[in-house]
């Protein structure tokens, strides 16, 4: 309830616009300050649909990181309508060599990730590949890669170029890696599947011979 106000309130009086912050537990109904994490995303609310079952979707575009603050205790975060104070963030550049180094690394991972998933359209990969900044090449993959959100959420909180670039390399590399033997275990699972149903194919024709030569 707190979040649908909170989406209301964002269109009626703040110019559409809401902070977005990640919970640590995803299952606490009434998150706390210690409950929520110390960066999020400041974003435009685009589009809010009422579905009939009572469930509000909304679609959000994020405008810039930002952290936050209540003046006093957690009693802030359990009105009706929680309102906290922000702060944007400011990105630290790293120095344009690292940056480019980086930048090259990460997209042949991209690559690769995007060939063995097979789950992203050209427009998506066409968009990402028109990336030049680090920073924002790092905030463009990060959405696509199925990985746990707080894993994500370590991506939000590097204000520093190039470190927020690698962490999301070492994601894609876990990612590939994970994929890689999936797949192999995906074959060798068919491969035994289709060798037991061969036995078991032979065995019912042994079986038949069997019986008709009356043994």
């Known amino acids: 309830d707190a979040s649908v106000k909170a989406v209301d ?5 703040f110019d559409r616009q809401i902070f977005l912050v990640a919970q640590k537990d995803s299952e606490k109904s009434t998150p706390l300050n210690d409950d929520l994490c110390t960066v999020g995303t400041v974003s435009r609310i685009l589009q809010v649909l009422r579905l009939p079952d009572g469930t509000t979707k909304v679609l959000f575009e994020g405008l810039y990181r930002a952290s936050w603050h209540v003046d006093g205790d957690d009693s802030a975060l359990e009105q009706a309508l929680p309102l906290v104070q922000v702060q944007a963030l400011e990105e630290d550049r790293s120095p344009d060599e690292e940056e480019q180094a980086t930048i090259k690394v990460a997209r042949e991972l991209f690559d690769d990730y995007a060939k063995q998933t ?6 998506i990969i066409q968009s990402i590949g028109a990336v030049q900044d680090a920073g924002k090449l790092a905030d463009a993959i990060a959405p696509h890669i199925k990985v746990n959100y707080l894993k994500k959420q370590t991506i939000l909180e590097e204000l520093q170029t190039a470190p ?3 962490k999301l390399c070492a994601l894609l ?13 995906r074959t060798r699972v068919k491969e035994q599947m289709e060798q037991n149903q061969r036995e078991y194919y032979l065995n019912e024709q042994i079986k038949a011979i069997h019986k008709e030569l009356g043994r």
């Open 9 to 13: 309130a964002a269109v009626e009086q």
């Open 118 to 123: 097979n789950r992203l359209t050209p427009e």
């Open 164 to 166: 927020r670039l690698e």
């Open 173 to 185: 590399v876990g990612e590939t890696s994970i994929n890689s033997l999936e797949k192999r275990i």
